[in-house]
């Protein structure tokens, strides 16, 4: 009796980790999307790998749009 109690409590947690692993995965999913909409959104996915003409695009962005807040 015991036997068959620990092959249906490793069953058990089997699934549970394979349920816990898929909902990691679509976790990390969500999260993936959403950094690519915010990426999209503030246009810093041009061709160029400048680090300065981003930051100063991104510069740019921030003060246009703080102007339009007021």
Do not use: C, H, W
Request: proline share 1%.
């Amino acid at each position: 009796m015991g036997l068959v109690y620990d092959n249906l409590n490793l069953i058990s947690l089997t699934f549970f980790f394979l349920i816990l692993s898929a909902v990691e995965f679509g976790l990390g999913l969500v999260i993936m999307l959403v950094q690519n909409i915010l990426l999209r959104s503030i246009n810093l996915t041009d061709s160029s790998a400048n680090p300065s003409k981003f930051a100063s695009r991104f510069q740019t962005k921030l003060s246009t749009a703080s102007s339009k807040m007021y």
